[in-house]
């Protein structure tokens, strides 16, 4: 009874193992991917002038906030789309078709 009891334990620590190292695996994975889309997300392209053979270092270069700037002005826009769709109590198609319609209008300034 004892070599049955030692057998099933063994099975099954076997398959418990096998399954922690799939996940872990598949964990991993996933963190490295992850990590590896922020490591590669683009900042700003460089300025042709910075990237001359020989540039100053009081060359011209693109502003840096100026690809953060136009990120914030869209979130802020799709923000302000959502929050009057949830006012107008929109859902399903009529919803994604006042968002789609909203977001791509041209910017307005809102009165307070």
């Known amino acids: 009874m004892r070599q049955f009891i030692d057998v099933i334990l063994a099975r ?28 590669d997300a683009p900042t700003a392209p460089p300025s042709p002038a910075a990237s001359a053979v020989g540039a100053s270092a009081a060359a011209p ?3 840096p906030g100026a690809a953060s ?3 914030a002005a869209k979130h802020a826009k799709r ?14 198609a009529e919803k ?4 789609k319609s909203c977001i791509a209008a041209p910017s307005q300034a809102r009165a307070p």
């Open 12 to 39: 099954m620590s076997a398959r418990l193992f096998a399954s922690i190292a799939a996940l872990a695996a598949a964990l991993s994975l996933s963190l490295s991917t992850m990590a590896g889309g922020y490591a």
């Open 61 to 63: 270069t693109a502003a």
């Open 69 to 71: 700037g136009d990120a």
């Open 79 to 92: 923000t302000a789309c959502l929050k009057d769709a949830k006012t107008k109590k929109l859902v399903g």
């Open 96 to 99: 994604t078709s006042f968002l």
